[in-house]
């Protein structure tokens, strides 16, 4: 099964990889920056603004290939 994960992240394509997914990376090039100033704003903790995020990044990609199975993905640091 080929999987299209929406992230420029090279730990996660070697994540798969080492895994034995068979997948393609597909940018989302979303303003990651924008979307989370503008849920931090709104009272969103981490946990939301990094769902938030893979969910934008997946659907805007998934729109591309709707044919495929398309994973979004990101992580924030909370300190």
Request: charged content about 25%.
């Amino acid at each position: 099964m080929k999987i299209i994960l929406a992230s420029k992240s090279e730990v996660r394509k070697k994540i798969l990889d080492k895994n034995n997914f068979d997948c393609t990376v597909v940018p989302s090039y979303i303003d990651e920056d924008q979307v989370k100033d503008s849920l931090l704003s709104a009272g969103a903790n981490p946990m939301l603004v990094s769902k938030n995020l893979a969910e934008l990044k997946s659907i805007k990609v998934s729109n591309k290939y709707q044919d495929q199975i398309v994973l979004g993905a990101d992580s924030v640091i909370s300190l």
